[in-house]
């Protein structure tokens, strides 16, 4: 289905809340064209964006911040990227887990984006980091998406506007080298945000976002503990041992004071100290889901089957977008054999 040929249609056949945050980013960005329109002030819409100096008398700006594009070609971008992986991903994981995920990674990006601003301004004591910089628009949520495009297919390739080719998992990390270098050269504002956003929706990816139909018994299952989405993953090897040891540090601290769900054993980054029967067991639960999701997005009625078969790579089945949907430039696409390529 073609978005230009059927665009009514294209419409109608995205989920609700994929459909509501596309009409609440353009409603608002065209709003704070207009009050841009009729003042002279860059700075005249604070409640609206994030100014760190001012946005603590707006707290509902640290998330409507990441629905304004304060440009028309942001806001084309924007919608041409998110709306169809978001409609992908609400396929996947439901409207409630897609809200969450929405929030999380605007918001959280906000708050740290805010408080690395205050800090700024008192080392320097320059207020332009308090009041002469204005975070916004969606960047976060992209790198967001990307890091949720790693988890569910990550050895595919996408293909953007017919020139760029690469594997879904490399792209997280080169949007974050991009960030980097932009926050060099001065462009802090927006592009920090990306480097936020990656991390706030990794730690709601590994830790947090309830797995539908990935349950043992009585208890939810919560993140997604496999090896290959470890934290050390996101960077080469030279410096895995490094970041390993400060990976596992902060995963204790965050267990011994309850702020991430406990898996036994699990370490973040020495994944290779956990029991070999932990890791099938996270893996055969992930195995479950997805099996049960092919089964809700074919339309077939829930198997009582035993589970499937379990083994190393289970938790990287591939998991096609629904029939019907758009072609995206930013949608993943299979590997030149057809195939996953091995694991």
Not at 5 to 12: D, L, R
Request: aromatic share 14%.
């Amino acid at each position: 289905m073609s978005i230009l040929s059927s665009p009514v249609q294209y419409v109608a056949s995205t989920p609700p809340v994929t459909r509501a945050f596309t009409a609440a980013t353009v409603v608002l960005s065209l709003l704070y064209y207009w009050v841009s329109w009729s003042s002279d002030d860059p700075y005249t819409a604070p409640y609206l964006i994030l100014v760190p100096g001012t946005s603590i008398f707006y707290p509902w700006s640290f998330l409507t911040a990441g629905l304004v594009e304060t440009s028309l070609i942001e806001l084309v971008l924007t919608i041409l990227v998110i709306p169809h992986s978001l409609r992908y991903f609400e396929r996947l994981w439901g409207a409630v887990e897609t809200i969450k995920f929405i929030v999380v990674t605007i918001v959280a990006s906000n708050i740290i984006a805010f408080g690395l601003s205050w800090i700024e301004y008192f080392v320097f004591q320059n207020p332009s980091f308090a009041f002469g910089i204005q975070y916004h628009g969606q960047m976060a949520l992209q790198a967001g998406i990307l890091v949720a495009f790693t988890q569910a297919i990550p050895e595919h390739q996408i293909q953007v506007f017919g020139v760029f080719k690469a594997r879904v998992k490399s792209l997280p990390m080169a949007y974050n080298t991009f960030s980097v270098i932009m926050s060099i050269i001065g462009y802090q504002s927006p592009y920090l945000l990306i480097q936020f956003g990656w991390l706030a929706s990794y730690v709601w990816l590994r830790f947090y976002r309830k797995n539908s139909g990935d349950s043992l018994g009585s208890s939810t299952v919560y993140g997604d503990r496999s090896e290959t989405f470890a934290f050390i993953m996101w960077f080469p090897p030279f410096v895995q041992g490094p970041v390993s040891v400060l990976a596992d540090t902060l995963h204790s601290l965050a267990t011994r004071f309850h702020l991430i769900p406990s898996m036994g054993h699990d370490i973040e980054g020495g994944y290779t100290q956990v029991p070999g029967g932990a890791r099938a067991e996270a893996e055969r639960r992930r195995a479950m889901a997805l099996k049960a999701l092919d089964q809700r997005m074919a339309g077939a009625p829930s198997s009582s089957t035993n589970g499937p078969t379990t083994s190393s790579n289970a938790g990287r089945q591939h998991q096609d977008p629904p029939h019907g949907r758009a072609n995206s430039p930013m949608d993943p696409k299979p590997s030149d054999n057809g195939k996953d390529p091995a694991r």
